[in-house]
């Protein structure tokens, strides 16, 4: 393992100074909690709030997408851990307009238990109201019939782009909750690992795989996949990711999906061409149509190898969503 870092134990805060010095027109660090950052920007009174969060090592995702058009703040916990309630109750307070703020995070048990902890306080210490949404857009986590216990990975991105786009809209509160939970119901995802990452603090790898292995349905943070086995080509594990996604979500020839190939932070852009390629092909010949396609590291894991393919199904008021431009210090779409 090697990193470029110093004290293994200072990673996530070197790294929030560094951001914020780096983006300083887009994102600012609040006083009372340094894992609590709100765009730097003046947001309207009226406006639902956006809050997102999660652990860090995960970049862009999550800091990278407080900006206009997606989120208003963003929590920070530790590497592949739940930020506590307290800097999510900070942003809470900096981010609210007077209309509410909407809680968007992975289905995790640390998230759930934090950002609802959260949410408890700003009702009853802060008299502001919270919605929350959860992504649970991972077909291999969980079984169809018990699709609520799925985890969140690469598709949380499509939340974060619809329900922004809601709050810029002008939608209240329900409404922006209700286009989120929409989203995470449209969305599907489904990954493959070939390598691990290596945590800064323990220098030890999230997972054992062999050099000519590969792990079908592998989660964010190193979580058992359902199937491993000797690495495919390009084609053959394209055609796995998005066979499995069809299986769970009915699309139909002639409806319209936004595609989301992620790479989980080591695997080459070429590597994520290829496959984005023979996804195209796959949909193409079922009739499905590309209406917005996104290729490239959306929410990583340190340095993990592999990728995943997202698919969201459209209709005419996700599609507006979608195509509302966003200017984040890692994201921007015009």
């Known amino acids: 393992m090697k990193k470029l870092i110093n004290d293994p134990k200072n990673v996530v805060e070197e790294m929030i100074e560094g951001y914020v010095r780096a983006h300083p027109n887009y994102i600012k660090q609040l006083p009372a909690n340094d894992r609590a950052l709100v765009t730097a920007r003046e947001t309207k009174e009226g406006k ?17 997408y407080v900006g206009e058009g997606m989120a208003d703040g963003v929590a920070v916990g530790n590497i592949f851990a739940s930020p506590s309630p307290d800097p999510i109750l900070e942003v809470t307070k900096a981010i609210d307009k007077g209309a509410g703020v909407a809680y968007l995070y992975g289905n995790y048990a640390g998230d759930v238990m934090n950002f609802g902890m959260a949410a408890e306080m700003a009702d009853l210490e802060e008299d ?33 782009k619809t329900a922004g786009a809601a709050a810029d809209f002008g939608y209240n509160l329900e409404e922006v909750i209700r286009v989120a939970k929409k989203t995470n119901e449209n969305t599907r995802s489904m990954g493959v690992g070939v390598s691990p990452c290596y945590l800064p603090q323990t220098g030890e790898p999230s997972f054992e795989i062999g050099e000519d ?12 996949g359902i199937e491993k086995g000797k690495i495919e080509s390009a084609d053959a ?19 319209e999906v936004a595609v989301l190939v992620n790479g989980l932070g080591s695997t080459p852009k070429m590597d994520l061409y290829i496959i984005y390629r023979r996804v195209e092909q796959i949909l193409n010949e079922k009739g499905i149509k590309i209406y917005k ?19 969201m ?6 599609t507006e969503m979608i195509d509302h431009p966003v200017d984040c210090p890692m994201f921007v779409q015009k």
């Open 48 to 64: 639902v709030g956006i809050l997102i969060g999660g652990g860090s090592g995960h970049e862009p995702g999550f800091l990278g």
């Open 128 to 160: 502001i109201k919270v919605g929350m949404a959860l992504a649970s857009d991972d077909v291999a986590s969980a079984p169809k019939e018990e699709k609520e216990k799925r985890r969140g990975i690469a598709g949380e991105f499509f939340i974060y």
């Open 213 to 224: 292995e590969m792990e079908i349905g592998l989660g964010h943070h190193g979580e058992p």
């Open 237 to 255: 594990i394209a055609d796995r990711l998005v066979s499995d996604i069809l299986k769970d979500i009915e699309i139909t020839s002639g409806e």
């Open 293 to 311: 396609s996104y290729v490239g590291d959306y929410i990583t894991s340190l340095e993990m190898g592999g990728c995943s393919v997202t698919l």
């Open 313 to 318: 199904t459209l209709d005419e008021e996700l």
